[in-house]
């Protein structure tokens, strides 16, 4: 060990806040671990509402990745990783995990039919207005990334929706950067078509 | 330009960060690849509606449910520890003492019920120990007590009131001529040992 971590670690902690949360958080302190949770929540939690569609599922899975995070946190390594590529890692093993899992009990078919029900009936309100917007777009976004394979739909979640960078993506992918921006651009391509069948404008 | 690096680069291209010549390279590409053509059309309008999208917000509860599960899932991040750890402060000599005492004291209580002690160890610091190991050895118990305790007055105290409490029982089976002793105080649900030689 260094004879001043302290200064050592400092300019990185700068860095990154999450990090000096993070070394926080190993030494026992428990406001710093609140702090981590509350800062991170929402993000983990749209990554998993965008990914399964369902509200009460993306509860369950944000709660199980911060209970992995928090047994965990140990193996992050404060030093060189970024804690938002490796929550985000975490949350996708997780996601895939739980896709393989549900999809033996016949979960993509109840998404099938609530998407059958949804392009019948349209959105609460009917038929997609021309030009949709707020809570509204928001469904039939959902409508839509239920419909991608799983690799376009967490490539467009990640880049679209939570705006990382393609070289974070590939990081938590774990494939090249140009098989990223690859399924990046099939998956939009794909998302636009599902949505002008749908009857939303895009 | 081949289709497959024209889908790679749109995602630059769309940025805004490609330089000049890859630009013109992918705007010429598009203009004589109709597939192509749509994919950059396509892009562009499902970027142009995400931005139209009401970002996902977490429930409130959300936030609490979390720090109370992560603060119950401290018991198993560290392991727990053996009640021999736990009582490892006890065993310093000085609370050794005074727990020693306390056991002499329970001990007591037991032969009020008919039971007797064995040798004090470690072992029957254990809770559970004190409550089951119950067995003969007394007397060792006892000189290993008054060897460890200082005090004799509280040492002559004791052995005044054992006095008393085995006279007591004398006089009790006594009384009783041969029938069990009388019903003592009830002081732990569980039956006690039965007696080893
Ligand atoms: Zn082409």
Not at chain 2, 11 to 17: A, K, N, S, V, Y
Not at chain 2, 118 to 136: F, K, T
Request: proline residues 5%.
């Amino acid at each position: 060990m260094d004879s001043r971590p302290e200064a050592a670690s400092g300019a990185t902690f700068a860095a990154d806040p999450d990090t000096s949360l993070v070394a926080s958080c190993l030494r026992g302190d428990e406001t710093a671990w609140e702090a981590l949770v509350k800062l991170h929540t929402r993000r983990v939690y749209s990554i998993c509402f965008r990914f399964t569609g369902r509200a009460e599922q993306a509860q369950d899975l944000t709660q199980e990745v911060f209970l992995r995070v928090f047994r965990s946190l140990k193996s992050f390594d404060v030093g060189s990783g970024c804690f938002r590529v490796w929550l985000t890692s975490l949350t996708r093993n997780l996601l895939i995990d739980h896709y393989r899992k549900t999809r033996k009990e016949k979960l993509v078919d109840s998404i099938e039919d609530r998407m059958t029900e949804l392009e019948q009936t349209g959105s609460p309100g009917g038929r997609p207005e021309a030009r949709v917007a707020g809570r509204e777009a928001s469904e039939w976004l959902q409508a839509g990334l239920a419909r991608l394979s799983p690799e376009l739909r967490e490539a467009v979640i990640l880049r679209d929706v939570e705006e990382m960078e393609y070289r974070e993506i590939a990081e938590i992918l774990k494939v090249p950067d140009g098989t990223v921006k690859s399924r990046i651009s099939r998956g939009r391509a794909e998302l636009a078509r599902l949505l002008r069948k749908m009857g939303v404008e895009v | 330009m081949k289709c497959s690096e024209f889908e790679i680069r749109l995602c630059e291209f769309l940025d805004g960060t490609l330089e000049e010549t890859s630009r013109r390279e992918m705007e010429q590409h598009a203009s004589e690849c109709e597939l192509c053509a749509a994919l950059v059309a396509d892009s562009r309008a499902v970027q142009g509606f995400l931005e139209r999208v009401e970002p996902v917000e977490a429930p409130q509860e959300l936030v609490t449910s979390i720090l109370y599960r992560t603060r119950h899932a401290r018991s198993s991040v560290w392991p727990a520890i053996g009640w021999r750890r736990w009582l490892q402060p006890l065993l310093q000599p000085r609370f050794a003492m005074s727990m020693a005492m306390t056991i002499l004291s329970v001990s007591m209580l037991y032969r009020v019920a008919g039971v007797q002690i064995r040798q004090l160890e470690a072992a029957d610091l254990n809770p559970i120990q004190i409550w089951h190991g119950v067995d003969n050895s007394a007397h060792r118990l006892w000189n290993r007590g008054v060897k460890f305790y200082q005090n004799a007055r509280f040492i002559y105290e004791i052995v005044q009131q054992w006095r008393a409490l085995d006279s007591e029982e004398e006089q009790g089976a006594e009384a009783a001529a041969g029938s069990p002793p009388p019903e003592p105080r009830k002081l732990e649900p569980s039956p006690p040992p039965a007696r080893k030689k």
